[in-house]
């Protein structure tokens, strides 16, 4: 069936190193992808999107890649903190036919950041 | 802006039991999405409410329900509760949920448990 899924559910990472979470999806007919951070105790938090027309997309400390020839996604953050230690989603955010897009998630992956 | 709250924020029920959670979204959404989070599943798709009607439905037998009010405040209630029902349940709210590139913005959730 159509999925977004997550290569690795662990990852840890020496503070100061660059973390690369990766994701592949199934629906080639997806064409927006957007990347959550999920603290423990919270809800999930909107880090970066993007769409399928763009192969590369940064923001501050963090860039979204996207393959579609693989259909692969992934999130680099550059110089990782500690307090970017939570789980980390990317989701596919499909046209329900009903007027609303709907979320499809990914399992996620812990991202530990060793001090 | 006050963001997405969710009352309760911890619930404890037993087996055969109702249970209703409530969402207030961000002043000015009207589109009030809700998601299950457990370990085994993720993040799961609940149903989407934009002005006071159902627009989509995610694949919940009939015992998961909910509304929404003129004021885009939303329900979710869970009927005769089984064990399975022990989640985190995740409410969002967005502007209209019509666009793929709307953000969602996310409570913190009701951590609900059913002994």
């Known amino acids: 069936g159509e999925s977004v899924g997550l290569h690795l559910p662990t990852l840890s990472v020496q503070e100061g190193d660059n973390s690369i979470i990766n994701c592949a999806y199934s629906n080639s007919a997806s064409d927006y992808f957007i990347w959550y951070k999920q603290e423990s105790g919270k809800g999930p938090q909107f880090i970066i999107d993007i769409r399928s027309n763009m192969d590369k997309r940064q923001g501050q400390r963090v860039t979204v890649l996207l393959n579609k020839t693989v259909k692969h996604l992934s999130l680099q953050i550059a110089a990782t903190q500690p307090g970017d230690s939570a789980v980390y989603f990317c989701?596919?955010?499909?046209?329900?036919?009903?007027?609303?897009?709907?979320?499809?998630f990914g399992k996620g992956t812990k991202l530990s950041v060793i001090p | 802006k006050a963001g997405v709250t969710q009352t309760p924020r911890y619930l404890i029920k037993t087996r055969g039991q109702q249970v209703t959670l409530s969402c207030s979204p961000i002043?000015?959404?009207?589109?009030v999405s809700w998601y299950q989070q457990t370990p085994g599943q993720g993040l799961q798709f609940l149903f989407e409410?934009?002005?006071?009607?159902?627009?989509n439905k995610g694949n919940f037998p009939g015992r998961f329900s909910g509304r929404q009010f003129s004021n885009s405040r939303s329900e979710m209630n869970v009927s005769t509760l089984e064990l399975g029902d022990s989640a985190l349940y995740l409410c969002?709210?967005?502007?209209?949920?019509?666009?793929?590139?709307?953000?969602?913005?996310f409570g913190s959730g009701t951590q609900l448990s059913v002994l």
């Open positions: 002043s000015g959404h009207r589109s």
């Open positions: 409410y934009f002005s006071e009607t159902q627009r």
């Open positions: 969002a709210s967005s502007s209209t949920g019509a666009s793929a590139n709307e953000k969602l913005f």
């Open positions: 989701a596919e955010n499909r046209n329900s036919g009903a007027g609303s897009y709907q979320l499809t």
